[in-house]
Nanobody, 123 residues
Framework: QLQFVESGGGLVQPGGSLRLSCTASGFTLDYYTIGWFRQAPGKEREGVSCISSRYGDTYYAESVQGRFTISIDNAKNTVYLQLNSLKPEDTAVYYC????????????????WGQGTQVTVGS
């Protein structure tokens, strides 16, 4: 069974950092595009970043460019999202997802989703 397990969320002060992890089980990430998305209360789910497991290409939403970094460890079947310089508006549930044929930050491109991890930025 294909599964993702996200971890690393929590409460952090503005300007702080977190590292989110997304580990896949039941399948290998090879040849997938892995995306990170987030959903704040009352808002639609939005794409944050994605990475090609095969080529290492990355893409970021403008709102997180320069603050967030996506990376992949194929040996561990895990994708990471480093969140730096966090702002209150980054507060959301963060999800990872996998797409076999897609690329980018549209939710409809992704077939497999994790359950999410909560990130809260505040004092």
């Amino acid at each position: 069974q294909l599964q993702f397990v996200e971890s690393g969320g929590g409460l952090v002060q503005p300007g702080g950092s977190l590292r989110l992890s997304c580990t896949a089980s039941g399948f290998t990430l090879d040849y997938y595009t892995i995306g990170w998305f987030r959903q704040a209360p009352g808002k639609e789910r939005e794409g944050v970043s994605c990475i090609s497991s095969r080529y290492g290409d990355t893409y970021y939403a403008e709102s997180v460019q320069g603050r967030f970094t996506i990376s992949i460890d194929n040996a561990k079947n895990t994708v990471y999202l480093q969140l730096n310089s966090l702002k209150p508006e980054d507060t959301a549930v963060y999800y990872c997802a996998a797409s076999l044929a897609g690329w980018g930050l549209e939710t409809y491109e992704y077939e497999h989703w994790g359950q999410g991890t909560q990130v809260t930025v505040g004092s």
